[in-house]
């Protein structure tokens, strides 16, 4: 019969077995073994399912057996070590699984230190060694075959600190506890798996903490390795890039993304397709495309990095070159001068596309820029001038487009021109 054996060195206290609640890791946050209750369960899981198991304490094997006790007309299986009575019964952990029992195990080896596993078909304990060996049938070799999805003990991350590990992901999002599955979510698809190091567990060894704090801290903290990765392949899909807020609470992205970003400019699949749609000729190349919540966190830290501006907080413009439209543009302030028409001190221009193929102009009262579509290259030369003196007036006044101030600043301004002009006093 062939065994998996699970050893550690120092020897198990056998009354920490038969104690309900009995652990001396309940102080220590790093631990996974915290509530004295997994041995337990690992015993009523094994004799449920008839596995033949064996457990030494040296050299010395532990007997453990079953007696039985019928109270009011139920028959209740009571496990026995050494002889004595416990109060574990083969009804705990009924939801249990294989591979918890061997987490369990593989957990505690590796809290007491020496922890060492391989199959064989001799149970025999070692000195100074506590020793669990456990029949391989179909459902303890299906967690042996799968074991990197349980435990990740001795593969590489791609970043180790005192709070997280960071190691490749896959087809779904996976939390560990120093190196063991704490949660997964089969159905989401995760860049990456997380070691959270402290994380808080409930006694079913479950993570109960909160998934996107946990995770963007990770992924804030990235090194370049991480960040240059992520660059690359992020895409909405990912939990990553689609499940999580970025922008909830006040932790800010490394220097470290500001590096690996360097000169390239982001921007996210809809503002380019609105682009494109708009007529600008966006150049792929020159751009980082990147799922919309990740370019908001990120250009919310680094704005340099958009390739997107802002009009008036509202609607995003991609800047591009436009000679021809700029020509008309200094037709058109020439003539203004020429009318004595007074323009904001501060006031500047920049042609490009906006996502809003209905926009013309906008101006950004804070950066005291006016965003112009390119489209104004083939409008007339009178609608120039009159695009800038809408926008003017917008910076001037504070007024928004639609709205009743607007609307009666112009009535107002029109007014006293056309009194001044036949040298009307009201």
């Known amino acids: 019969m062939k065994y ?91 939801d249990w699984k294989a591979w918890m029992i061997i987490r369990e195990l593989w957990s505690n080896a590796l809290d007491e230190g020496g922890a060492i596993r391989y199959v064989t078909s001799q149970p025999e304990g070692e000195e100074n060694k506590t020793s669990f060996f456990i029949q391989v049938d179909a459902q303890i070799q299906a967690v042996l075959d799968d074991w990197q999805k349980y435990f990740i003990h001795g593969i590489e991350p791609w970043q180790d600190t005192h709070s997280y590990a960071i190691y490749s992901g896959g087809p779904s999002l996976r ?41 963007t801290n990770a992924i804030f903290n990235a090194n370049e390795k991480v960040a240059s990765y992520f660059m690359e392949h992020i895409t909405a899909d990912y939990y ?60 919310k830290q680094f704005e340099h990095v958009s390739a997107l501006r802002v009009a008036d907080k509202i609607g995003e413009f991609l800047p591009d070159h436009n000679p021809e439209a700029e020509k008309k543009l200094k037709q058109g302030l020439v003539i203004l001068e020429a009318c004595g028409y007074p323009l904001h001190p501060e006031i500047t221009f920049e042609f490009g596309y906006f996502g809003d193929n209905k ?57 006293r021109e056309l009194l001044a002009k036949h040298g009307i006093e009201v």
């Open 4 to 94: 998996l054996k699970i050893s550690n060195d120092g020897i198990l206290d056998i009354r920490l077995v038969a104690l309900m609640g009995g652990t001396t890791k309940s102080n220590d946050q790093y631990k996974i073994g915290q509530f004295g209750t997994g041995l337990k369960y690992t015993l009523a899981f094994l004799f449920r399912n008839n596995l033949d198991f064996r457990i030494f304490a040296g050299t010395d094997e532990i007997a453990i057996s079953l007696d039985t006790e019928e109270i009011r007309g139920d028959v209740f299986e009571i496990i026995c070590i050494n002889g004595h009575r416990t109060s574990i019964t083969t009804k705990m952990g009924e």
């Open 175 to 215: 939390l560990y506890k120093q190196g063991i599955l704490i949660h997964e979510e089969e159905k989401t698809k995760s860049m990456f798996s997380y070691d959270i190091k402290n994380a808080q567990l409930n006694e079913l060894r479950e993570f109960k903490g909160h998934i996107p704090f946990e995770v």
């Open 240 to 299: 990553e890039g689609g499940d999580l807020s970025y922008d909830w609470y006040s932790n800010q992205f490394g220097k470290i993304w500001e590096k690996v970003i360097g000169g390239a400019k982001l921007i996210h699949p809809k503002a380019l397709e609105h682009l494109k749609q708009s007529g600008a000729e966006v150049n792929d190349g020159s751009m980082i495309v990147v799922p919309e919540a990740v370019y908001k966190a990120l250009t």
């Open 359 to 415: 926009v013309i102009a906008k101006v950004n009262r804070d950066t005291k820029k006016v965003y112009l579509s390119n489209t104004c290259a083939q409008a007339s030369l009178h609608s120039m001038v009159a695009t800038i003196i809408e926008e003017n007036e917008h910076l001037m006044t504070g007024h928004s487009d639609c709205t009743r101030d607007f609307q009666q600043h112009f009535i107002n301004l029109y007014t």
